[in-house]
Each structure stands twice: as C-alpha cells, then as structure tokens.
C-alpha cells in the first residue's frame, strides 16, 4: 500500500514538475529566439534619398555618396555613409544609377571623362556609359540599382543591387 | 539504449549514489507541509537566474545603453515584458518568502545548537538577498531606480572614516556613471549570485547532517517511528507549492502588465526618490535621524539589528523549544518586526496623501508613457535622455512651468488667476467653461461671458464642433458636429465672437480654427489683440519673448493636456515599425491628407528630410522643421 502510493507520488511528482518546467521555460525560449521573430539591425528605408533631379547633370555620370539610417536593436544612427554611386541621367530625365564597385574584385571605379568610359584601375576594365562591359576581366556590367524620383527627388533601392 | 548510456555515465561518475544521497535523505517525523519554505526560496532563486541569465543576453550596463535596452526587452520582444516582470516580482516574492522562512525557524527554535551555523549562513542569505534587491534596481538606468539608488550610496557615505571610500568604490567614481552601472552589474549577477549560491550550499548542507527541526510538541518517540522519504514525499509537497508560487507570480505579472519602467534617468531632475517596499522601513527611519542623529539611522540601528541576529543562537540557550520558554527572544524579534511593519505602513500612508508624490507619480507614468513613444523612433547614441532633446512636448513643459504655470493652475499646482488648464482643450474642458465661464475654474469673476443657457447635449454638441475646428479632435461625431455648428452660427454665439473669418473682430475672441496649433500661437503672443481679448486682456503677451521653436513647443505641450487631440508629431513614424492605435490611425490619415500641402512647403524651405519617401516624411518633418532648423 504504502509502495504503491509512492509509485503513485512519484509519477504525480514528475508530471506536475514537468508542467512547472514548461510553464517557466515557454517564455524564456520565446526571449531568446527573439532575434529569429525580429529583425534587430536594418536600415531604416528602402529607398535612400541621393538628391535632386536638378543637381545631377544630363549624361555626365556623377558620384554620389550614399547617407541612411540604421537601427541597432534600440539605437538609432543617422547620416551613417553606406557607400557612393555613379549616377546618370538621361535626356529624358530618367536615371541610370551604378555601383562603384567593379564586379570583377570589388575595386573603385572611376569616370574618364576624356574618353567618356568607366575605368576600373586594378585590372583595366572599361565599362561604358551605360554600364556595359568594354574590355577587361569583368565577368558582367556593371551592377545597377533601381530608381524612382519622387518630388524631384531622386531614391535609390540601395538594398536591391542588380 | 538510454539505459546504456546511463549506466556508462554511473560507472564513471557514480552518478546514481549521487542522486540517491541527494533525493533519499530520510525525513524524520514524516514529510510536512511546514518544511517547504526552504525550497520554495530555492526554486525562486533559480527561477530568478533563469530570467536574470536571458535578459542578460539583452541587456548593456552604460549610462547611454542601459535604458534603451531594457525598453528593448519591455517594448520590443514578445514575452521579455513577461520574464522581466517574473524576475522583478520575484525579487518581492523571495523577500516574502524569506521573512516567512526565517519566522518559521525563530518559532521553531531551529537556530539552537548544533545549528547555529545554518541560521549564521541564512542571515548572511537575507542580506545578499537584500543587496541583489539594492543593486537590481539601478540597472534599468529609470528615474526611479537612478533616484532611490542614489539614496542608498549617500547612506554608504554617513559611515564614520570609511563611509565616503566604500561609497565611492561601489559608485565607480564621486558621480553616478557608467562605472556605476558597470560595478552594480557585476554585483548583481557575479558576486552576489556566488556569494549567494557558496552560503546556499553551505546552509542546505548544514541542514542535511542536523534534519529538519520538527514542532516542539512532536514526541521523540515520533520523531523516531516516522521516517519518509525525500523523495517522493517531501518533494510532492514542495512542488506543489513551486506551483502555486509560480501561478500567483505570473498571475501578478499579468495583473500589473510587467514591471514598471519609467522615463531615461534625468539628473538634472528633482525626482522624489522612494525604494523598493522592503527598503522603506530604512528610509522612514532616516526622516526622524536628522542632522548629526543621521547616523543612527543609517548605520547604528541596523547594525544593531544585525548584530542581535547574528548572535541570537549564542544568547538563547534555552533547551526548549517551545515559544513560551524563549519569551524575551520573542518579544525582541517581534518588537523589532512590528517596528519595521509599523515604520513601512507610516512611509506609504505619508506618500499615498501627500500630494506632491501623487502628482509626481502620475507625472511619471505619462513621462514613462511618452519616452516608450519617443523610443520606437529609435534612442540616439547619445543615450536614453536624447529622446526628449527633440521632443517638443518636453520643451513645451518646461515653458510652461517657467512661464504659465504662475497663473494658470495645472492638476492642483500653480496660481488661481488664469482658467485651470488640468485637462485643456478636452471636451470635458470646454463644456465647463461653456456651462459656467465665471467658475472659479476658468474666468472667475473677473469672466465677462455669461453661461450658455441650453439642454447638456446642446452644449456638448457645441463644444464637439468649436473643438473640431483644431483640426486635431479625436472621435468626432459628424452630427453632434452638424447641430453644434447650427446652434453656434445662428445662437446667440456668433454675436460676441466671429466665427468663419481668421481677421474678423467683435466683442470677443475669434473663434475660427479655435485651438489649433496656429489660432493658440496667434492668442499667446498678443492676447490683447482686437480679434481675442482686445482691452479686456489680463494675460501678458509673449511675442518676442518665446522663439519660434519655444512657441511651437508650448503650443504642443498645451494640445497633449487633453486626451481629446492628437498631435501632428505623433502621426507618422516609420511606417513599417510603428503601429499607432487605429483611432488616431484614421486621424491620422486624414491629418497627413490635409497637411501634406503644406508640408511639402517646409521640405522645400528647410530641404533637411527631403530625402524621405513623402508617407514618412510627415512625421519626422514636423520635429526636424521645427528642431532642427533652428
């Protein structure tokens, strides 16, 4: 009798122990994958603002440095520089916006304006005003961004590089 | 396959002689209700590191971080606001509970040789129980926190000779700082926690070899023929009771909604500090030590108290047991208990009447309220307090207090010669002004209207209308609009005041756009002009004497006493991450609908945002303008 009510105890003992274990852990397990549920860094905009329309000139492609915001968890840090661009506008307003980076190995490009072509100084790749691969090791053009110009604005989707 | 594995690991470790010690000890007397204190005190502490260790993985200990992440944990994961609240709750309940385990043990006389020392251990228990409710207060970096934990370190200063060496030494420097923070950290969640857990040990050891220390009237014979098992008997009884614990813990925490965190620490501030419950028997004690008595208070009463403790297993050497044989023991832990209760009540009776905590603890939620508002935006590096840097309502307050305040009566506090601006601009406001001008509330008897003689729902139409043309009303009820514009145009109203047309003047104020952000600007700097008060006006005008900014600040700060408006700043945050209530969700969309023009007008004026997508700009714009363009 007395063995068969400590068996008993027993398994009421660890059940209920369980149940207890369940109740506290189900919220901490909820806290610590926090990071899974949310997003905890990220910039704050989708499309970055670079300027106005009026200040970029037609055909010369123009570098611009690119400012956004970012959140860190509970921070905020604002006019942080993301990286620059190449942009140019066309004759019909609309815009054509490159990265700086070659796409063979990363390096800076740079504008001749002489000869009218993007040059890549580490392995001499040339692109064109329109991005397009010239000669040199460049396995692609040069990667784009999309735009859309809003009260003379002009945006960039700086997260979306194509 | 498990069994192997279990077995491969005994024959390492002898892991199941380890088990059988632990869960095998003999109970003698039979497993009881009384004996489960001990372990409910260790399954809250565990329950408090459980918590204590998650929320650590979030947290940062800095003057400019520590605030912003516990909002991070409060505000902006799901269930932190429900471990934080377990582990700030908790610290209450261990307190509870400890007073209860250590009266349990004075009555039962468990503190008599041979276990002198289990009650040394569990002294030193309570107070690094007491130290981890000290320093887990300051963490949150809150005003609370930062206030009444500066009341503690001030009372480690009145130590004769060393006072101001070990003050300085838990404060990280002569200020409060990031060193603070740094050293009451690794207090709360290094040595205190070791320390803690080294005594733990010790105690339950020393509870092992002595047994439980059963009712005085439990006959040895008893004692001797009743022989249950740890486990499952006393366990059972102790996990039953974890239950209940954890039930009524959470039970509170969903109750309360969390843990309270209140605004970013202000040091500039003149916060009335108060400490946790537990603490106010001390801090009521210091109100009678005044002066060079202060010492007694802080240190020669305690310490007293300390002592009495600590020696009390070597002064009562009574063989009994029994209360009644231990009576002038009994009458000092009582008299000092009743001290301390009756000491506690005095300090919350005082604070519950005294007007000025009221206020300023009302003043505090709403300021708490706003920093979580102001958060979402994001907390500048700069730290916790930069949220209100920019906020107008903050600025528009202190305007207030410096400039208004004189005259005008705000929640009880302020002069009587100006209408009482307690809820300003609320429905509730107007319809009393309208029902009787020459309250003592608005114009007294210096009021030149009369009351408006019509039914209550008349009056409350009216008020719905001359409201709604600030723009900014909340709620409003198309009809009760309709028949109040009907009953103002063509009632006796727009006889004394010009309603319609911005320039028109008669007899008394210009009502067109009565209380909106510009029609409040135009009043306060010229009062006296023809179109409001005109020869009439008692008010001073501040034309010239608020900038630009100043003005719009006020004007903000007055708009947010009434819960009827919405301000124009609090609209639009970053669309994606903010949720505004739907309410003000619709007025919302209908306000940036109708200022988009003209926000688009200061974005070509101060070209500051222009970059921002037009929906997000609104809200960021009307701070920036404002602020930033200074």
């Known amino acids: 009798m007395e063995k068969s009510r400590r068996s008993f105890l027993k398994i009421i003992s660890n059940i209920l122990g369980g149940t207890l274990a369940a109740g506290i852990l189900a919220p901490i397990i909820g806290l610590i994958i926090h990071p899974w549920l949310k997003e905890t860094v990220y910039g704050t905009e989708d499309f970055i603002g670079i300027g106005k329309l009026d200040d970029f000139p037609v055909g010369i492609p123009k570098k611009v440095t690119v400012t956004s915001s970012k959140m860190d968890a509970w921070n905020i840090f604002e006019g942080l520089v993301m990286g620059s661009v190449w942009v140019i506008r066309q004759k019909d307003d609309s815009l054509k916006v490159f990265s700086t980076n070659c796409p063979h190995l990363g390096c800076g490009i740079d504008w001749i304006n002489d000869v009218s072509r993007f040059l890549c100084p580490c392995h001499e790749g040339v692109f064109d005003v329109n991005g397009k691969t010239i000669s040199g090791p460049a396995p692609r053009d040069m990667y784009s961004y999309r735009t859309k110009v809003e009260n003379n604005t002009v945006f960039i989707d700086y997260k979306n590089i194509t | ?630």
């Open chain 2, 1 to 630: 396959m498990a069994n192997k594995i279990y077995e491969w690991i005994d024959n390492r470790t002898g892991l199941n002689k380890l088990l059988k010690t632990a869960l095998d000890e003999p109970v003698h007397g039979g497993a009881r209700w009384t004996y489960i204190f001990g372990s409910g005190l260790i399954f809250l502490f565990m329950l408090q590191a459980i918590t204590g260790i998650v929320m650590a993985s979030f947290y940062s200990p800095s003057s400019t971080t520590a605030w912003g992440s516990v909002y991070y944990i409060q505000e902006q994961t799901s269930f932190g606001w429900f471990v934080r609240g377990v582990h700030h709750f908790g610290s209450s309940a261990m307190m509870i509970l400890a007073i209860v385990h250590f009266f349990q043990v004075f009555i039962y006389g468990a503190y008599k040789k041979p276990r002198e020392l289990n009650w040394i251990t569990g002294v030193f228990l309570l107070i690094f129980l007491m130290g981890f409710g000290l320093t887990g207060y300051l963490l949150p970096w809150d005003q609370k926190g930062y206030w009444a934990t500066q009341v503690a370190t001030n009372i480690m200063g009145t130590i004769p000779v060393i006072g101001e060496y070990i003050k300085v030494l838990h404060q990280g420097g002569s200020d409060y700082g990031n060193f603070t923070l740094t050293r009451f950290f690794t207090l709360h969640v290094f040595i205190l926690p070791i320390s803690l857990v080294f005594f733990l040990f010790v105690h339950v050891a020393l509870f092992r070899k002595h047994g439980v220390t059963p009712h005085w009237k439990i006959s040895e014979k008893l004692l001797k023929e009743r022989v249950d098992p740890f486990w499952p008997d006393q366990v059972f009884k102790d996990i039953v009771f974890a239950m209940i614990l954890y039930a009524i813990l959470a039970g509170w925490v969903f109750w309360k909604g969390g843990a309270e965190l209140q605004a970013p620490a202000d040091p500039a501030s003149n916060y009335l500090a108060r400490p946790e419950w537990y603490f106010l028997f001390l801090f009521q004690l210091l109100k009678y030590c005044q002066g060079n008595l202060l010492i007694v208070g802080t240190v020669i009463i305690p310490m007293i108290g300390l002592i009495f403790l600590f020696v009390l297993p070597f002064i009562d050497r009574t063989p009994s047991n029994s209360p009644s044989k231990r009576i002038p023991f009994f009458a000092t832990i009582s008299s000092g208990m009743a001290g301390a209760i009756a000491l506690t009540v005095l300090a919350m009776h005082h604070d519950a009447h005294d007007i000025h905590i009221i206020h300023q603890r009302e003043d505090a939620e709403i300021q708490a309220a706003r920093a979580v508002i102001l958060a979402k935006k994001g907390i500048h590096p700069e730290g916790g307090m930069s949220i209100f840097l920019n906020d107008p309502i903050y600025l528009g307050e202190k305007i207030f207090k410096q400039n208004c305040n004189g005259c005008h009566k705000l929640k009880g506090i302020g002069g009587d010669n100006a209408p009482d601006f307690t809820n300003f601009g609320s429905r509730e406001w107007l319809f009393g002004l309208l029902k009787n001008p020459k309250d003592k509330k608005y114009f007294g008897e210096s009021g030149v209207m009369s009351p408006v003689k019509l039914p209550e729902e008349s009056l409350r139409d009216i008020t719905e209308f001359l409201l709604s043309q600030s723009g900014n009303l909340l709620n409003t009820s198309t009809d009760s609009l309709e028949r109040g514009k009907e009953l103002t145009l063509k009632g006796n109203c727009a006889i004394c005041h010009p309603i319609g047309d911005k320039n028109a003047i008669k007899i008394a104020p210009n009502l067109t756009d009565y209380l909106s952000e510009e029609w409040l600007k135009e009043f306060i700097k010229n009062p006296d002009d023809k179109k409001f008060y005109g020869t009439k006006n008692k008010m001073p005008g501040y034309e010239g004497k608020l900038s630009a900014n100043e003005l719009d600040a006020l004007v903000k700060y007055l708009i947010s006493l009434s819960n009827d408006h919405l301000l124009v700043s609090e609209c639009v945050l970053h669309e994606k991450r903010l949720t505004v209530s739907e309410n003000s969700q619709q007025t919302c969309n209908k306000l940036l609908n109708s200022f988009d023009l003209k926000m688009q007008e200061s974005v070509k004026n101060v070209g500051a945002v222009s970059f921002l997508t037009p929906s997000i700009h609104f809200g960021i714009l009307t701070e920036k303008y404002l602020f930033a363009s200074k």
